[in-house]
T-cell receptor, first 115, second 112 residues
């Protein structure tokens, strides 16, 4: 069975610091997508970053970047220069690329950015 | 393009009643997935519809059902509501195959 594990239920960092959220997954698939979603207190879930497993280059979106280690099945999210608006629940997610299968979400990491 | 919309945004029901929630996907998106989110259980997959057919299903009792219309709009129904059904219900759409899911704002259901 495919699983996604986020080992940090909750984290707090000071504004402007860099923070890394961990995610590991288990799959026998070779081609898949990995995602980080953010759910702020407003509850609207939004995509932060997306990675295709066949791409070796780590995805980057402004202050957000990932460290994708395919062999280790690890997909961590780094937030640089953290801002108060980054306070949210962050979910790591996985879905196979070539099958019509459901997306699997981790249990989430609650991130607090402190002023 | 307009985003995913869900109606109603808030709902209060009593035990034993039934409820229907609606989701309109982004124009052109044919896949709609539903999730239940609670503080204790996190985000749990309910089901996915694609071209009016249920393509994937989570581990929920038969009281939870859904359907999709020819315009891709989807509804989910919960019959015989229980207190434990109180949750945020999220729907998400994708163009067709597995890829980025675009979420709606959710429907907050409270069962008294």
């Amino acid at each position: 069975a495919q699983t996604v594990t986020q080992s940090q239920p909750e984290m707090s960092v000071q504004e402007a610091e860099t923070v890394t959220l961990s995610c590991t997954y288990d799959t026998s698939e070779n081609n898949y997508y990995l995602f980080w979603y953010k759910q702020p207190p407003s509850r609207q879930m939004i995509l932060v970053i997306r990675q295709e497993a066949y791409k070796q280059q780590n995805a980057t979106e402004n202050r957000f970047s990932v460290n994708f280690q395919k062999a280790a099945k690890s997909f961590s999210l780094k937030i640089s220069d953290s801002q108060l608006g980054d306070t949210a629940m962050y979910f790591c997610a996985f879905t196979p690329m070539n099958r019509d299968d459901k997306i699997i979400f981790g249990k989430g990491t609650r991130l607090h950015i402190l002023p | 393009k307009a985003g995913v919309t869900q109606t109603p945004r808030y709902l209060i029901k009593t035990r034993g009643q039934q409820v229907t929630l609606s989701c309109s996907p982004i124009s052109g998106h044919r896949s709609v997935s539903w999730y239940q989110q609670t503080p204790g259980q996190g985000l749990q997959f309910l089901f996915e519809y694609f071209s009016e057919t249920q393509r994937n299903k989570g581990n929920f009792p038969g009281r939870f059902s859904g359907r999709q219309f020819s315009n891709s709009r989807s509804e989910m129904n919960v019959s015989t509501l229980e207190l434990g059904d109180s949750a945020l219900y999220l729907c998400a759409s994708t163009p067709q195959g597995p890829d980025t899911q675009y979420f709606g704002p959710g429907t907050r259901l409270t069962v008294l």
